[in-house]
């Protein structure tokens, strides 16, 4: 079956350090990959999907990059955090049948 | 993509039907709707999506207008733990077509914050 593992759970982190943020996807071959943050409200807003291997498209303008190293993994960083940075970022995958976005638990990031 | 409206709110007791509408009038021949929700803290959860048809599983059914231009959400009992926010989206339906369309922009709307009251 077809699991997706999102990495830390909770993180607080001071204002200039950098950031990695990691999600794997187990169970599937060449999904596409998305990183969202949702910050005030409850809107989800798309940073980052990637359709394979090294590529990346970004969506917003913003402090942050992903990067697809692996198949089944997606990483969100920052060189240098913002306070506006804080939100809470999710992980999803698509796989080649379609159909549903499955999302990860999540990371509440706080930057202080 | 095709965008949704919402209701930014919704009650429902605990045991009732809840009917959540979502509008979608400019929705493409080959976009579906789909269904998700968001329990507070967590990733949101698929639930159920359709084309054209009216859809049914083990949480809820869809209910999709003949002109396709809205669709309605039913969870026929509805629980405490069913206080979540629920996004409707439009999307089309396999990840090849999404690719070939380059539909990036997957963004949820504000949702629907339900709240079912005991």
């Known amino acids: 079956s077809q699991t997706i593992h999102q990495w830390p759970a909770t993180l607080v982190q001071p204002v200039g350090s950098p950031l990695s943020l990691e999600c794997t996807v187990e169970?599937?071959?060449?999904?596409?990959l998305y990183w969202y943050r949702q910050a005030a409200g409850r809107g989800l807003q798309l940073l980052f999907y990637?359709?394979?291997?090294?590529?990346i498209s970004s969506e917003v303008p913003q402090n942050l990059s992903a990067s697809r190293p692996q198949d089944r993994q997606f990483i969100l960083s920052s060189k240098k955090l913002l306070l506006s940075d804080s939100g809470f970022y999710l992980c999803?995958?698509?796989?080649?049948?379609?159909?549903?976005?499955?999302f990860g638990s999540g990371t509440r990031l706080t930057v202080v | 993509d095709a965008k949704t409206t919402q209701p930014t709110s919704m009650d429902c007791a605990e045991g009732r039907a809840a009917n959540l509408p979502c509008n979608h009038s400019?929705?493409?021949?080959?976009?579906?709707v789909y269904w998700y929700r968001q329990i507070h803290s967590q990733g949101p959860q698929y639930i159920i999506h359709g084309l054209k048809n009216n859809e049914t599983n083990e949480m809820a059914s869809l209910i999709i207008t003949e002109d396709r231009k809205s669709s309605t959400l039913i969870l026929p009992h509805a629980t405490l733990r069913d206080t979540a926010v629920y996004y409707c989206i439009v999307r089309v339906a396999t990840r090849t077509e999404e690719v070939a369309t380059s539909g990036s922009r997957l963004t949820f709307g504000e949702g629907t914050q339900l709240t079912v009251n005991p």
């Open positions: 400019t929705i493409s021949g080959n976009e579906y």
């Open positions: 990637s359709v394979g291997i090294g590529q």
């Open positions: 999803a995958w698509r796989g080649s049948m379609g159909y549903g976005y499955t």
């Open positions: 169970g599937t071959s060449n999904p596409n």
